[in-house]
């Protein structure tokens, strides 16, 4: 147990990195025009409820299989949505008392409780911020109630919560000021963080080859799906904001589409060896329990790199 723990641990460490690596390429490529500072702690903050989220839909895709075990350990399940929804709690706190910093013109530090306060319940940004922070705080509660009960919930509710919750605040942006924009993005962001929410789940929970070998070939189908939603909405994304194609490499945030854009060609390619050789293998039980956990991992660095970037583009004028 202890060396599952430690390997959980490099496996969120490393995608914490990959993710700042994302931002910090992001502010590179978007030079001398700068996205916003806030986009260090949104892209773990997205990070973090897109694995909750992956945990819950997970839960659901075992408890569909035709396998007779579980291939979730709902312990591990439980205990996972607990860490990573405080986690996400607590960097949406500091979003959110940063935010109210700005509008009253002062740092964190200096803000009043008053000041925190009329932002948090009289402005339209701040009610969404709190909104979400209560329901990152609620999956917590959760999660640390299923796993002191060692229940055996429905995991329902973590995938409607964690859905709010992460679509609460991108509704509202740039996109929401075109018809049907808010639909779009709501889609982008949902099929990206199931596509990295579930993997990154089952990087975390999955302890042996018949649990890879039933659910693997699951998440292939359901990411193709998340692919194809994330490539159309982020499209719609980019002809909507961008005037022209001259501003793909003249403007900061033309720039950042563009990684974007190479970012997921580079996911694709990867996805596409995976079906071709990892999925044959796990399938036919033929593939180790580390070599898959590895596997998962590495695809799960490059799409928080992905989540890096799209964290700085939403903050990017």
Same mark, same amino acid.
């Given at each position: ?36 500072? /806030? ?13 909750? +989220? ?10 569909? /299989? ?57 402005? /339209? ?26 229940? /055996? ?125 990892? +999925? ?38």
């Amino acid at each position: 147990m202890a060396a599952v723990g430690e390997r959980s641990v490099r496996l969120v460490l490393a995608a914490a990195a990959a993710a700042v690596l994302g931002v910090a390429a992001a502010f590179a490529v978007a030079y001398p025009t700068f996205p916003d500072g /806030s986009s260090w702690l949104r892209v773990i903050a997205v990070a973090s409820g897109s694995v909750v +989220l992956g945990f819950g839909i997970l839960a659901v895709l075992d408890g569909n /299989s035709e396998s007779r075990r579980p291939a979730v350990d709902s312990q591990v399940m439980w205990r996972s949505i607990g860490y990573l929804s405080g986690l996400w709690a607590v960097a949406e706190f500091v979003l959110l008392t940063v935010a109210a910093a700005d509008s009253a013109g002062r740092t964190p530090l200096t803000l009043s409780p008053n000041a925190f306060t009329a932002f948090a319940t009289s402005i /339209s940004v701040g009610r969404l911020g709190t909104a979400t922070v209560i329901l990152a705080l609620a999956l917590c509660a959760i999660g640390v109630a299923g796993y002191r009960l060692s229940a /055996s919930w429905s995991p329902i509710p973590v995938i409607v919560l964690a859905s709010l919750a992460l679509v609460a605040r991108p509704i509202t942006g740039h996109m929401s000021q075109f018809a049907f924009g808010s639909i779009a993005v709501a889609v982008h962001v949902v099929c990206a963080s199931v596509w990295l929410g579930v993997l990154g789940a089952m990087a975390l929970s999955l302890r042996s080859k018949s649990a890879w070998a039933t659910l693997l070939p699951v998440y292939s189908r359901v990411a193709f799906w998340c692919v194809v939603g994330v490539a159309t909405t982020g499209v719609l994304d980019a002809v909507l904001k961008l005037d022209s194609l001259t501003a793909l490499v003249e403007t900061g945030y033309g720039r950042i589409v563009l990684a974007k854009v190479l970012i997921t060609v580079a996911l694709i390619a990867f996805a596409r060896r995976i079906r071709g050789t990892w +999925l044959p293998t796990v399938s036919a039980h033929r593939s180790t329990v580390e070599h898959s956990v590895g596997r998962a991992a590495a695809h799960v660095c490059l799409l928080t790199v992905a989540f890096g970037l799209a964290a700085a583009l939403a903050t990017t004028a």
